[in-house]
Each structure stands twice: as C-alpha cells, then as structure tokens.
C-alpha cells in the first residue's frame, strides 16, 4: 500500500475505495502465492518473475489502470486475469511511448500519425 500512495490514491475523487482495493488485494495474492508458476496473460511465467512486478507499480501506474479499465468498452470474460495482466505489464508498458500515441491519438483522432510529432 506504501508502494502505491494508498492514502494518496484514495484522495482521488474519481477513485473509489473498492474499486482501488481489488487491485491491492490481487497483487498481494499475486506475491503471497505459492505456485511453482503463474499464468499471465495466458503466458506460464516464474513465479519470481510475476512477484517483482507489483513492487514496481506506483500511483500512476495504478491511476492508468484503473482509468483504462474505466474506458474499457470490451466484454471480459475473466476480470481478475484480465486486471493481474494489465496491472503485470503496467510498469513496463506505459512511459514515453504510451503518451506520444496519446498525444497523437488527442491531436490527429485515430488515423493520426505520431512520427511526425515534434
């Protein structure tokens, strides 16, 4: 809960209290396992492996999460694994990539063309 400004987090009016704990609550499932490994993303991953991802996730880590999660117009069918791999890929797929295509997605609509961002 340090890790990711719980009392920080639960500030935010467009978070609510429950909606913030299910992702609490399944990475510490997640790094309190036992299994010899864990499924993510349909991927058998080392347990070692899944279990260091959670300590990389900050606030806005979680804020982009659950905000994606917010927009999500897709039907999924299993919420959990869909959360665990969305929260596994969290720290190392969003930075500077995500927000050019944000950037350019909110500038030019969906056909636009980020190569020629400045």
């Not at 917010?70 to 791999?85: F, H, M, P, Q, S």
Request: hydrophobic share 35%.
């Amino acid at each position: 809960m340090e890790n990711i400004e719980y009392d920080y987090l639960i500030q935010n009016h467009q978070l609510d209290r429950e909606r913030l704990d299910e992702p609490v609550e399944l990475m510490v499932d997640t790094v309190c396992s036992h299994r010899e490994t864990i499924r993510i993303a349909g991927v058998d991953d080392l347990p070692e492996a899944v279990r260091s991802r959670p300590w990389k996730l900050e606030s806005s880590r979680i804020e982009y999460v659950l905000g994606r999660m917010r927009e999500n117009t897709t039907d999924v069918c299993n919420i959990k694994k869909y959360l665990l791999g969305t929260l596994y890929n969290a720290p190392v797929a969003i930075g500077g990539y995500y927000y050019t295509f944000l950037v350019g997605h909110d500038l030019y609509g969906e056909q636009g063309d980020v190569a020629s961002l400045p």
